[in-house]
């Protein structure tokens, strides 16, 4: 038994880029009169009660000799009352033996006991590679995130990728996919917070015909859609406080239940989220569930804004060249105003502007000036005055075209019928958009079995 609460009290205090949970967890009593007392459960039984033989002795009167049992069954907690006189009760029901999970709160006596993980800093060595798939930087932390991701992407291990808006959580959730057993099998991206609050449960887990009014026929879910693969659980920290229960069952259960069924399908998913809030923040404030958390955050990653990997600008501006126009340079004077922006759209927002710069360049160098007036909303736009009247005003609707149904399509996750209605056009407009900037690389378009 310890006092050592360092590896407990970090979970709601700044946390540092990357860690990892230990198999097992940490007991810790939060009222009685042993409160701040911790005990590790890793390979043996930890015994709670007032006998010296146990692994946490307390010194509460109304607890029993050795009152209650916990242990590892294979990847489960278990815990066991050992006879106890007075019982032992989670949530106000006593239990003889139960299976629990972080966040479990145990009574015994007048003592509670908190089932927390126990949670570890991790500091990998820098990669010697500027690359981790189509992610890119030399940025110290980068390479440590890039080695970190070569050895969790060979696990099946839950993944919570953190960072602000733009910084590529859903490209490296993509890589880690694709760097896994499981890169063979579907990449299903699901995005918390864009879809309907009253169509979360049937997108995620899936209807049966008749559930509700417009069921009309069966619906996998995206989660059985991901069988076999990954699935990316985009801006978690969106989901509704309600609704958070359902999805930690499935965590739990690795089963679905569709909506109007009484029976879950099992399924064989690897579950990736990622956030630009502060889960433990919203924990704290009680709009996150603390469970929930902890289920998905078994490896945490903090990507970095893209303020403090400035000396990156350079080398993700010529990946972005050569991506868009292989042939154009930058200037030492351009380079320059591209690393004194603040970029508070991140890597996203320098795509962009890079994307626009070589659409509008002059000659062989890229026109980074307008770009950075169209990315800033100045009175430019990106508008072309030196070109005739009708090309310049198709260069821009071109390039507003492009990216509406960029995101649209991402969004929707190649789903016509879904993009249209949302972008209230019809269906054919839609499908030759997409054939006209070639954003449709499997060319499901052909047909009329789209999914609706």
């Known amino acids: 038994m310890t006092r050592d609460r360092s590896n407990v009290t970090a979970l709601l205090e700044d946390l540092p880029s990357f860690s990892r949970q230990n198999r097992g967890g940490i007991f810790l009593v939060i009222k009685g009169p042993d409160r701040g007392e911790s005990v590790r459960l890793v390979d043996r039984p930890v015994h709670f009660g007032s006998s010296p033989s146990c692994e946490m002795v307390l010194s509460d009167k109304t607890v029993s000799r050795k009152h209650v049992m916990a242990e590892l069954v294979g990847d489960e907690v278990m815990m ?266 991140n890597v996203r927002e320098l795509r962009n502007v890079m994307e626009r710069a070589c659409l509008l360049s002059r000659g062989d160098s890229v026109n980074i000036d307008d770009a950075l007036s169209s990315e800033a909303g100045g009175p430019q736009l990106g508008i072309r005055t030196d070109l005739p009247f009708k090309e310049a005003k198709g260069q821009l609707v071109e390039m507003f075209e492009r990216e509406y149904i960029e995101d649209l399509m991402r969004r929707h996750k190649m789903n016509l019928s879904a993009a249209a209605r949302e972008a209230q056009i019809d269906r054919k407009h839609l499908r030759e958009l997409i054939r006209k900037y070639g954003l449709d690389p499997r060319q499901k378009f052909d047909g009329d079995d789209e999914q609706e």
């Open 80 to 345: 066991v009352d050992c006879g106890s006189t007075n019982g032992t009760f989670i949530q106000g029901s006593r239990f003889e033996k139960i299976s629990i999970g972080f966040g479990a709160e145990v009574k015994l006596g007048r003592t509670v006991i908190k089932f927390l993980p126990d949670e570890e800093v991790v500091e990998p060595e820098p990669s010697h590679d500027s690359a981790f798939g189509s992610i890119v930087g030399f940025d110290t932390k980068m390479r440590q995130l890039f080695n970190l991701l070569t050895d969790v992407a060979a696990t099946n291990a839950t993944v919570l990728i953190e960072g602000e808006t733009g910084t590529g959580k859903e490209l490296i959730a993509e890589e880690i996919h694709n760097h896994s057993p499981r890169r063979d099998g579907p990449f299903v991206v699901f995005d918390c917070g864009s879809v309907p609050r009253e169509l979360i449960e049937s997108m995620l887990f899936g209807h049966v015909k008749g559930s509700f009014t417009g069921a009309v026929t069966d619906r996998k879910g995206a989660f059985a859609e991901a069988h076999g693969g990954t699935i990316f659980l985009d801006e978690i920290g969106e989901m509704a406080l309600d609704l958070q229960p359902s999805l930690l069952r499935v965590l739990d259960k690795r089963a679905v239940r569709k909506v109007g069924s009484n029976t879950y399908e099992k399924i064989d998913v690897r579950v990736v989220a990622a956030t630009n809030r502060d889960l433990r923040a919203e924990v704290a404030k009680k709009t996150f569930r603390e469970d929930l958390y902890y289920r998905l955050a078994v490896i945490r990653v903090s990507v970095p804004p893209l303020r403090e990997r400035g000396s990156d600008i350079p080398l993700l501006v010529q990946h972005f060249i050569n991506s868009f126009n292989g042939g154009l340079n930058v200037t030492p004077e351009d380079m320059a105003k591209l690393q004194r922006h603040s970029w508070p759209g």
